[in-house]
């Protein structure tokens, strides 16, 4: 890559070489400048801050050899904070180890429970982040997340056991080379009864506590949001089973697009404001992570499914949804 320092407040112009054609910015921008995160190069792109051949573009353009790419000055990376590490009792344990759905020596598949963060923050004294030495078992590396989920949204959750197979499902996560399908009880019956969500979205608020909300295409930090949706059972028009897709990987996507379609999740607050609790039913979010298929990091595909949180399980009962139990985790293809 040949670097040009520009005059225009210190930016530079990088130009793609042959061997670096058909990459994606994202990634050939993370290759030179490791401290950028996804979330930070996005926003350079929606800004207009990096461009290509002089124009806007999203972070998942593939480049052609030739092409210039304007880079911003950008501050140098962080250095990173300690591991908050949690500690974790026999019976905590046991409880995690049950969790587990899927175990290979790259691969760690759990079932997430509700209320437990992914990650640490402000106010957080316990999250599975802090807790994975626990799932260290026979390997040398401690198991290392390559995506999240909410606090309050249970089911499948990707863990990987060394680098190699990080690098790999990260890389899968950010390319959205997966089928996501998350199960929700939401308050109301969306029309039509199955559908295309596309609506960007726009973080309000601080890191703790931050919201998304629908925006109009050019807004300032719009970001497009895309799920696919589609009823599979409904108690009259009060209540709804919905399967969700995410085509992408906003910040509390499906949430702020089942309250834009007029049908919030159970248990949402945040989002369904006046609607998000009913008389016998509880006080939590009705979102579940049902099932994922994703590339395995060594070849081939693995499909991984999760039972309904007991809460959610109490809430098809009571509605008369009938579920079937999640299937044994599959791999298929070449390892």
Not at 69 to 79: E, Q, T
Request: glycine letters at 10%.
């Amino acid at each position: 890559m040949s670097v040009v320092r520009g005059a225009r407040q210190g930016a530079s112009t990088a130009t793609v070489e042959a061997d670096q054609a058909e990459t994606r910015l994202d990634r050939f921008l993370r290759r030179h400048h490791p401290g950028l995160t996804q979330g930070a190069i996005e926003k350079l792109c929606r800004t207009g801050q990096v461009r290509v051949d002089g124009k806007r573009v999203e972070a998942s353009k593939r480049l052609a050899a030739g092409q210039t790419v304007r880079i911003p000055p950008l501050p140098d990376p962080a250095i990173p904070k300690p591991r908050q590490t949690v500690k974790v009792d026999d019976y905590e344990v046991k409880e995690l180890t049950a969790r587990i759905l899927y175990r290979d020596a790259d691969v760690l598949v759990i079932d997430k429970q509700a209320g437990l963060a992914t990650q640490g923050g402000k106010g957080i004294a316990k999250h599975l982040d802090g807790m994975l030495d626990a799932l260290r078992f026979e390997a040398d590396e401690r198991p290392r997340l390559v995506h999240r989920l909410d606090r309050d949204t249970s089911g499948v959750l990707v863990l990987a056991r060394n680098a190699f197979a990080a690098g790999r499902l990260a890389a899968s996560f950010r390319g959205r080379d997966m089928e996501k399908t998350y199960w929700a009880i939401v308050v109301g019956l969306p029309v039509p009864l199955e559908g295309q969500i596309d609506l960007p979205l726009a973080r309000i608020g601080g890191s703790q506590g931050a919201r998304t909300k629908s925006v109009e295409r050019d807004a300032e930090g719009a970001a497009r949001a895309i799920t696919e949706y589609r009823t599979i059972d409904h108690a009259g028009r009060k209540f709804s089973w919905l399967e969700l897709q995410p085509l992408t990987g906003r910040t509390h996507q499906l949430r702020a697009h089942c309250a834009a379609l007029g049908t919030p999740i159970l248990g949402d607050a945040p989002y369904g404001e006046d609607r998000a609790y009913a008389e016998g039913f509880a006080r939590r979010l009705h979102l579940h992570a049902r099932r994922l298929v994703l590339p395995h990091p060594r070849g081939g595909t693995l499909t991984v499914e999760a039972d309904l949180p007991a809460h959610m399980k109490a809430g098809f009962a009571a509605l008369g949804f009938h579920a079937e139990a999640a299937k044994p985790a599959k791999k298929r293809g070449k390892s």
